[in-house]
């Protein structure tokens, strides 16, 4: 065995012990499982968060009907429809915004296309779940999606719509946790919806074999904490409700490891000879084990080594 598939085997065991925020090892569609029951939170009025079907689910409701922030996973999806049930408005899912792909926020995106919703997303998640998906950091191959689960609407900068009278403000977030990561921005109830470019409790994945990466988490969220203010509530992809703060903290972290990773790189280091120097050693006790992260930013870096060199 090379020492590199050896290296990548320790990752992704330790990978299924860990907290990982997105694409949970256990997971797998086609299951349908009962699980502990979900959390409804109400952040307003209007807005709630359900909490324990894969990712985080934002429900926005009106007098006819809810619009969500992704769908949870498909073996939580009866669940979830349930939860969503008994908020105002939630038998009639009209409207879902999927933040990226990824299966624990898309995975019930073929139960709400069969309650009649349009689904929006960006165009590189429609074209992610339309094919087989090799994420080498987790060994895994994911299959294609049926066509029921596909967007049925997408975009490629930005977007405004009108919901039950509730302005809501959409956008692209290029190349951060993948390649197709929006935010939705409920700016009249001032609560941010970043998807899993905000991470809680550990350090985020890059999942740079969607073409996600370190620069453009380091980015989507400078770009992101300057469009909210300190009262804004922001839903991460996983975990509880977090505040501009912790976005501007992420992204201290990002922008500095960028730089420390990316010149010990410049001296010939691999991925295991950055963990053993403990590059990421002040962020520790914050973000927790850092392996897998530094794996996935040492990848990603290469990638982009020619737009780093005119910046770093
Ligand atoms: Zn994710």
Redesign the pocket.
């Known amino acids: 065995m090379s020492s590199r598939r050896r290296f990548l085997g320790t990752l992704v065991g330790g990978a299924a012990g860990l907290a990982v ?3 949970t090892p256990a997971m797998a569609l086609g299951r349908s499982r009962r699980g502990a029951p979900l959390q409804v939170t109400r952040l307003t009025d209007r807005l709630a968060v359900i909490s324990g079907a894969g ?1 985080n689910v934002v429900v926005l409701s009106g007098p006819d009907g809810v619009l969500l922030v992704d769908s949870g996973s498909m073996e939580r999806s009866r669940d979830l429809l349930e939860a969503v049930a008994t908020l105002p408005g939630g038998r009639n899912v009209r409207t879902v915004f999927n933040t ?1 792909w ?1 299966w ?2 898309t995975g019930g995106n073929e139960a709400m296309r069969k309650t009649g919703a349009r689904i929006i997303a960006h165009e590189n998640t429609r074209l992610w779940l339309g094919t087989q998906i090799w994420v080498e950091w987790q060994n895994r191959t994911y299959a294609p999606r049926p066509q029921q689960a596909w967007p049925t609407e997408t975009f490629y900068t930005s977007g405004k719509m009108d919901f039950a009278g509730e302005p809501i403000e959409y956008g692209y977030l290029p190349q951060a ?2 390649d197709g990561d929006i935010y939705v921005y409920f700016r009249g109830q001032n609560v941010l919806v970043p ?2 470019v905000l991470a809680v409790g550990s350090y985020p ?1 890059i ?1 740079y074999c969607t073409d996600g990466w370190l620069g453009g988490m380091s980015d989507a969220t400078r770009e992101l904490a300057g469009k909210i203010d300190d009262k804004t509530r922001i839903v991460p ?1 996983m975990g509880p409700v977090q505040g501009k703060a912790d976005l501007l903290a992420e992204h201290a972290m990002l922008a500095d490891l960028q730089n420390v990773i990316w010149r010990l790189m410049l001296k010939g280091m691999g991925t295991p000879d950055i963990i053993a120097a403990h590059a990421t050693q002040k962020y520790d006790p914050t973000w927790g084990n850092p392996d897998l992260f530094v794996h996935s930013a040492y990848r990603s870096l290469y990638a982009h080594c020619r737009e780093i060199r005119g910046a770093v």
């Open positions: 925020p997105c694409l990712g990226h990824h624990d926020h946790h993948t998807g899993c994945i999942d992809g």
